[in-house]
């Protein structure tokens, strides 16, 4: 639970999502915050045991014949959480990292740039790896370019949220069929207008302290199992595509006012 949140005028009020055991990633994070002069607040992520009750199986293997681990829909627990409490605050828009992350020097001040961007945005990214098919969409004061891309940046690592988007997350993702990530990503079923920033605001460093949640064991498929997986694939890059080419030369832009 979030309690006594901290923010400072001009700065976006940030959340760190980690295990309460974590304490090497959490001295790593509150360094680099106080360093920085950025107040935060940790959320107190948790190991899961067994799958919530909002974790659809049926559907997940329906489609990729595999299940979530039970570290991925624990951080996708994490995230719905902090959604709620910002839904649940008077604040227009939260920071949140995860734990793994390395700020760059100058983060006060590139954080703080962000909320005076013109161009209207209900999630912003504050790296871009893994992104493809990007354009330049605004400027920060500073000069950094903003960005919207046909194959949105991976990872949960770092992003800002407007309270409006959320609320839409929270309707469109109480079921839990894919990670966190992948979630926020289908643009094109929730409609949140999703930006980043370049260059990064933050660095991943999650190779540095090893991973908190471990991989999918690999599975074996039969042929009709591999051609039903293809046929997904094919029809999210599609979906994914076309909404991109509509977001950019035709859709107009939501507000997250």
Not at 176 to 200: A, F, L, T, Y
Request: charged residues 25%; contains cysteine.
């Amino acid at each position: 639970m979030i309690q006594n949140r901290i923010s400072t005028p001009n700065l976006p009020p940030v959340v760190v999502i980690s295990l309460v055991d974590s304490d090497v990633r959490r001295t790593h994070m509150s360094a680099q915050l106080a360093a920085a002069d950025v107040p935060f607040q940790f959320f107190d992520a948790e190991r899961i045991s067994e799958y919530p009750s909002t974790y659809d199986a049926a559907e997940r293997l329906r489609i990729y014949d595999n299940h979530l681990t039970l570290g991925e829909v624990g951080c996708y627990e994490s995230h719905y959480r902090i959604w709620e409490a910002l839904a649940n605050s008077n604040d227009d828009i939260w920071c949140v990292l995860e734990d793994d992350v390395e700020l760059t020097p100058d983060f006060s001040r590139r954080l703080r740039s962000t909320l005076n961007v013109a161009v209207p945005w209900g999630i912003m990214r504050l790296k871009e790896g893994g992104a493809a098919g990007k354009w330049q969409v605004g400027r920060l004061p500073g000069g950094e370019a903003l960005h919207d891309h046909r194959k949105q940046p991976g990872g949960a690592h770092a992003y800002l949220i407007r309270r409006g988007a959320a609320l839409v997350l929270l309707a469109y993702a109480g079921r839990i069929i894919h990670p966190v990530d992948d979630m926020m990503n289908r643009d094109w079923e929730h409609g949140i207008r999703m930006i980043s920033v370049s260059p990064d605001i933050v660095l991943d460093r999650g190779d540095d302290f090893g991973t908190t949640i471990p991989g999918r064991h690999k599975v074996k498929r039969n042929p009709w199992q591999k051609l039903k997986r293809e046929f997904h694939r094919g029809r999210d890059s599609l979906s994914r595509h076309v909404n991109a080419w509509r977001r950019r030369w035709f859709a107009p832009i939501r507000h997250w006012h």
